[in-house]
Structures are given as C-alpha cells and as structure tokens.
C-alpha cells in the first residue's frame, strides 16, 4: 500500500520512477555474513542492477540530446 501511495505522489510531482526495490532477506544475510550483496544476487540485486540501467540509459540520451 504504501509504495502505491509513493507512486502515486511521485506521478502528482511528474517525478519519474525509476524502480522499486523489494524486501529480500538475501541482503540481510549477505551483510551478516560479511559477504557482498552483489555476490549473493538476489531479487533487490537484479532490481537495483535494472535502476542503475535506467540512469545509464537516461543520463546517455540527455548528453546526446
């Protein structure tokens, strides 16, 4: 609920969104093991991995425009 109500604020803002990241308990693990979250992969992982894209691609086309 709670992250629809971001978004939807966001949208009243005519902020972009540029992903969401979900709870995964994998990143709590990896940081008790003293292990990377990179290295252990995972559902937040992959989401941030799709936002880091998103800049890339968005910051790309503003420097070409």
């Given at each position: 609920a709670m992250?629809?109500?971001i978004k939807?604020?966001?949208r009243e803002l005519d902020i972009p969104l540029l992903g969401?990241?979900?709870?995964?308990?994998?990143?709590?693990?990896?940081?008790m093991e003293g292990v990377a979250p990179v290295d252990r992969?995972?559902?937040?992982i992959e989401r941030?991995?799709?936002?880091?894209?998103r800049i890339i691609t968005l910051?790309?086309?503003s420097i070409v425009s």
């Open positions: 992250v629809a109500e939807e604020r966001l969401v990241i979900p709870y995964d308990r994998a990143l709590i693990e990896a940081d992969g995972g559902a937040a941030i991995k799709e936002i880091k894209d910051l790309s086309s």
